[in-house]
């Protein structure tokens, strides 16, 4: 099985102590967003998979959760978009190629591949999204036989803010690959599609018997998304989503991640939509 | 664990100790060289403090304990143990309010991490009650300490060491409980008033208006090695049958009950009304939490000093109770008083044995007498489930 070429990360010595990385590159992309490219000052290869999150240290500021945003094959670069928000994000956005950051990881469920083999895939996201996305596009890319049609539908607010949009013109660009961008507010004249991601996901095509979906937005915007998907057929449990939960020790020990019996650091950040579909819409869970 | 020559092969004494006897018990683990803590008073309450020798025990107190009010009162006898549970837990010295987790130092753009080595001091912890045995094996599963096979819900990945470390350090002596105290529900609960397991040594009180006399069991080896070095008689049957009707009384006298199948009534229950009527009394104060044996929850903190150059990262305990518990980047998940006050008592009663496979609430009522204004966890859960019945009832059911 090719699953089997993924390495599985072992467990870290200590969970929570951070290894240290040095930026080899650093990246400005659109609405706040960095991507940082680091390597492990020790040498030693790094292993994830799609999906999973590590919590980055900045030095003497703080920690956060952060999700792997690069190819799960290259075990010695570790990439991470990184939205500037507060203050660890902001401290972490005036790093420099030659800084060096703690890394501790990486945490959290993966988002299954092999469930959907023999499967229409389809990817819902929109804005920074994209990035905890792209390493199971990369995967799913790099087994693209065991699957049929593959759909991206992404979502960013205006035109100059979509998130990798060299990577995105290239994949639309692939014959094995529908590529879905729309604008939330666009200028006249500008000549892409204006409207919903909700509304991608009615044009796109696809088999909804023999779909599976993965969903990577916000959580006010998942629920939009999960019902556009539920209009065209696609069951709750052929359905993916990651939720996002103040994370302080990423390994189920510090109670901060909780929603309802599950620990998202855990047993998420990635979630079968029937598995939460009931608590999802208790009010402040 | 300690181990001793035990001579005497397979056929263990259950003993008998009168006041010296329990004197030479706290000798004989202090030249084992363990530190040995236990129930004294200090500042009006009975907390867990280092103890030089028997005699620091509050010998002839009782604690009052009702919702809201603690008070310690002369007992009716000359009694060790006749109080319960005070504000502190053995948490305190398993699971420290505060811990280093590590220390950094810059050198130019680079840092380097180490984590300090602190010697895990070993314990001897006296007076442990039935329903404190049952939050630390709570605490164990919390924790990933595989100390109880054939776990299967909730397994952790993680172990925490340093929790590790200190909970194998620390010898248990363990007291069934001689009196129940007025918030304590451990019978509703299944853990208590009589320690089953996870001690080396349980002690029952007998005090019939007397001197206090002891029958000491061991429950490990190392347990039954320390009493048989001790030169105490062993207790006779009338002994042994008196302390088995001491712990029969004490469970036919619990201050309070949970209702049951709470787990699955709070679950089915998550908005119910009842949530917004305990806000409007809760305070949000978190004692609750600070107080209950088994709340694991912690935050961090990053401290640098004046250079800039040093850092420690430091974790603590922290409560769901605050509104930044569960901030992330645009506002709190739980704005409300009703979701801080569900996450709490859902979590002790129900999640938790989603997540671990057991109960997180003991029953020991330390949330329900420290708690400021007497909310009582038992008479919340009973608002829902009389609330759920009444509807039943009426064939309209909220399904309970
Ligand atoms: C599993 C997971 C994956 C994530 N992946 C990414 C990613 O790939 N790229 C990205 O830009 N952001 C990601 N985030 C969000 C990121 O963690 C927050 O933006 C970040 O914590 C904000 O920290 P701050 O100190 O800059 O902001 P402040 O607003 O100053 O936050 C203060 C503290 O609150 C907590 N906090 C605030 N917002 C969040 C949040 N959204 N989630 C969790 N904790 C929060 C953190 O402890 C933070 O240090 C992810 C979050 C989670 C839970
Ligand atoms: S009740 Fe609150 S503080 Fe206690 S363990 Fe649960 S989430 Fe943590
Ligand atoms: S229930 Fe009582 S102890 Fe707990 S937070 Fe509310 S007021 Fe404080
Ligand atoms: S992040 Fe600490 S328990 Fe999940």
């Known amino acids: ?285 | 664990m300690d181990s001793n020559d035990n001579s005497n092969g397979t056929r263990h004494t259950v003993r008998r100790l009168d006041r010296n006897g329990l004197d030479a018990l706290t000798a004989a683990l202090q030249a084992d060289g363990r530190m040995v803590i236990g129930p004294r008073v200090r500042d009006g309450a009975i907390v867990y403090d280092p103890l030089d020798g028997a005699g620091d025990l509050p010998w002839g107190l009782i604690d009052e304990q009702d919702g809201g009010r603690y008070r310690l009162v002369p007992g009716p006898d000359n009694a060790a143990f006749a109080h319960v549970v005070g504000p502190q837990s053995w948490k305190k010295y398993l699971y420290p309010a505060r811990q280093t987790l590590w220390r950094g130092r810059r050198d130019g753009p680079r840092f380097s991490v180490e984590v300090p080595a602190e010697p895990t001091p070993r314990t001897a912890f006296i007076g442990v009650r039935a329903c404190e045995l049952a939050a630390m094996a709570v605490q164990d599963r919390v924790f990933g300490v595989r100390a109880h096979s054939g776990q299967s819900v909730g397994q952790q990945q993680y172990t925490d060491t340093g929790y590790a470390a200190r909970r194998a350090a620390a010898f248990i002596v363990a007291v069934n409980c001689s009196r129940a105290g007025g918030t304590c529900f451990c019978a509703s609960m299944g853990t208590g008033p009589k320690a089953e397991s996870g001690y080396d040594i349980v002690l029952t009180e007998l005090s019939d208006g007397g001197e206090s006399v002891f029958v000491a069991e061991g429950g490990s080896e190392a347990g039954w090695a320390l009493l048989d070095r001790l030169d105490a008689v062993p207790a006779g049957d009338g002994d042994i049958r008196a302390a088995e009707r001491v712990v029969d009384a004490t469970r036919a006298h619990m201050g309070r009950a949970m209702v049951p199948g709470v787990n699955r009534l709070l679950a089915e229950n998550l908005e119910h009304p009842q949530w917004d009527a305990v806000a409007s009394r809760c305070l949000s104060c978190a004692n609750c939490t600070m107080v209950c044996p088994t709340c694991f929850c912690t935050t961090v903190e990053d401290t640098t000093d004046l250079t800039g150059e040093h850092v420690e990262r430091w974790r603590r305990w922290d409560s769901c109770f605050t509104v930044d518990f569960s901030y992330i980047h645009g506002g709190s998940i739980r704005q409300g008083g009703a979701s801080r006050y569900r996450q709490w008592m859902t979590h002790k009663l129900s999640h938790w044995h989603d997540q671990f496979g057991t109960s997180g609430c003991t029953g020991c009522g330390r949330c329900i007498t420290w708690c400021p204004v007497g909310i009582d966890i038992t008479e919340e859960a009973r608002a829902i489930h009389d609330d759920c019945h009444r509807t039943d009832d009426a064939g309209t059911g909220r399904g309970g």
């Open chain 1, 1 to 285: 099985m090719d699953g089997a070429l993924l390495p599985r990360p072992a467990p870290a010595d200590d969970p929570m102590v951070p290894r240290t990385f040095r930026i080899e590159r650093r990246v400005a992309e659109v609405d706040g967003c960095f991507t940082l490219t680091l390597k492990a000052t020790d040498g030693r290869p790094f292993a994830f998979q799609p999906g999973q999150f590590n919590m980055l240290y900045v030095f003497g500021v703080g920690e956060v959760a952060i999700s792997v945003s690069g190819d799960c094959r290259d075990l010695n670069t570790l990439t991470h978009t990184i939205r500037e928000v507060g203050t660890v994000t902001r401290a972490m956005a005036r790093l420099r190629p030659g800084d060096v950051i703690g890394v501790r990881g990486p945490f959290g469920r993966p988002w299954p591949i092999e469930e959907a083999y023999g499967n229409d895939i389809l990817f819902v996201t929109g804005t920074v999204g994209l990035a905890p996305l792209r390493p199971l596009i990369f995967e799913v890319l790099n087994r693209r036989e065991h699957f049929g049609k593959v759909v991206i539908c992404y979502g960013s607010r205006g035109t100059h803010d979509i998130l990798y949009e060299k990577q995105l013109h290239q994949w639309r660009g692939r014959f094995d690959l529908q590529v879905h961008v729309t604008v939330h507010s666009a200028p006249s004249g500008y000549r892409g599609r204006v409207g919903s991601v909700a509304n991608l996901v009615k044009i796109a095509r696809f088999d909804p018997e023999h779909t599976t979906a993965y969903v990577c937005r916000s959580e006010t915007m998942t629920r939009p998304a999960v019902q556009a998907l539920h209009d065209r057929g696609i069951t709750s449990d052929r359905i993916y989503v990651t939720l996002e939960r103040n994370m302080k020790c990423g390994v189920g020990f510090c109670g901060h991640c909780q929603m309802g019996p599950s620990f998202m650091c855990k047993d998420g950040p990635v979630y079968r939509y029937d598995t939460i579909e009931d608590i999802f819409t208790v009010r402040e869970l």
